[in-house]
């Protein structure tokens, strides 16, 4: 179906930041699968656990304990303050879970008309109904109409909309730490506390969906860590499995008992070749050394950004993220520039309009973070002179 456009390139194989092409053609990979492949294309261990657990045991239902899956839980729980965790194949899909899950968990524990979502300006939560009646842009919800009833926006790093737009029928709140698809706008550490203190004072479920900002990529396990909250309720995926598909659902204290038996379920999640993926690409992303190396990366790659923002005044307004999650918003639109920057050998994404979203693979090195700027230099000069 033509839904991701008119495509150009055949990709054929990877290694670290690099992938080629049908042709052998070379690029820097600063995408990396859209916050999917942390540890750059076919790092060895995630290849090694695809191949052992393949060869072991691929699939069974859920109906029976799975070592890796039980293996990943405990890891992911142990590293990121939280009590449980449920598993499934994709962002949207445990959005919609940690949706279903405070709904059950307003109208059971409170009263039946506390339902409401509060969700943001900017946001995307994913494409499946449910998610998709959180999502903020237009342009995704273009043509689905009518949404999922029950989902309130307020306006996003602004607690003075949430405290108007709240009433008592809110059962969660959920937001994004850093907005990704909305422009790489981080949530202030006010308003993540902000919103934590009302969640707890008002009895709501405070969600922090982490599907692209999590696992390790902005230097830390999970974006919320720098602000020092803790969540109820967690959604994970894209870099969760190494490039595999799979999500998670992570929730802490009562919040981790509300899907009882026959409450929620899939096929797939959870599955043991996910999980064997999924656990050896976390067990070196969680690591201290390798989250630090990480940090001090972002810290390089920001100021790479900056400078080449003061380079290019005409174009560039200036950068924001965290650690690998880094923004250069354009003063001009950017939708074009990642078929500009293709051709100097370079894989860029641009959203919401005027932003250039870098996602470098955590494992980049600095010689990478040098090359990737003289790309990008070559493809801004070309912009600027048309
Ligand atoms: C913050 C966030 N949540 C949810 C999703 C949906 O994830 P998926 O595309 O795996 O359904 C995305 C995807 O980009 C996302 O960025």
Redesign the pocket.
């Known amino acids: 179906m033509p839904n991701y456009g008119s495509r150009d390139v055949c990709m054929v194989r990877g290694e670290g930041a690099r992938v080629w092409d049908a042709d052998d053609r070379a690029y820097l990979d600063f995408v990396s699968g ?1 916050a999917v492949n942390n540890l750059g294309h076919c790092h060895p261990a995630v290849v090694k656990a695809i191949q052992e657990q393949a060869a072991k045991l691929i699939h069974t239902s859920n109906g029976v304990l799975l070592e890796p899956q039980i293996e990943l839980a405990e890891l992911l729980c142990r590293e990121t303050g939280m009590t449980k965790a449920m598993f499934g194949n ?3 899909e445990v ?1 919609e879970g940690a949706i279903k899950l405070s709904r059950v968990w307003g109208r059971e524990g409170f009263k039946e008309s506390k339902h409401k979502i509060m969700v943001f300006t900017g946001s ?4 499946t109904y449910g ?1 998709m009646s959180a999502t903020y842009s237009p342009k995704v919800r273009k043509g689905f109409d009518p949404f999922v009833p029950g989902f309130v926006f307020a306006e996003f790093n602004n607690i003075a909309d949430v405290d108007a737009k709240w009433d008592d029928d809110i059962c969660c709140v959920m937001l ?1 730490t850093i907005q ?2 909305g422009g790489v706008r981080p949530a202030t550490t006010e308003f993540l506390k902000g919103l934590q203190v009302r969640c707890r004072e008002r009895k709501a479920v405070f969600i922090c ?1 982490e ?2 900002c999590g696992m390790g990529r902005t230097g830390k396990r999970m974006a919320y860590m720098h602000a020092g909250v803790q969540p109820d309720v967690v959604p994970i ?2 870099a969760l499995g190494g490039g595999f598909p799979i ?1 998670g659902l992570l929730a802490r204290g009562e919040f981790a008992d509300v899907f009882t038996k026959g409450r929620h379920g899939t096929t797939f999640g959870g599955n043991p070749l996910a999980c064997a993926t999924a656990l050896a690409s976390t067990k070196i992303i969680f690591d201290d050394r390798f989250l630090e190396t990480v940090w001090h990366k972002g810290l390089k790659l920001n100021s790479l950004l900056q400078a080449i923002a003061a380079e290019f005044p005409d174009l560039c307004d200036h950068v924001r993220g965290i650690g690998l999650m880094q923004g250069l918003v354009l003063k001009v639109n950017a939708l074009d520039i990642p078929t500009l920057a293709r051709k100097h050998g370079l894989i860029l994404n641009a959203t919401a309009e005027t932003v250039l979203r870098v996602l470098p693979p955590l494992t980049v090195t600095d010689g990478e973070l040098e090359e990737f700027g003289s790309k990008l230099r070559a493809t801004l000069g070309e912009v600027k002179t048309g």
Not at 124 to 127: A, E, P, S, V, Y
């Open positions: 859209i994709s962002g949207c959005t995307f939560h994913g494409r998610a994004e990704g698809e969906d599907v692209q995926a894209k999500g």
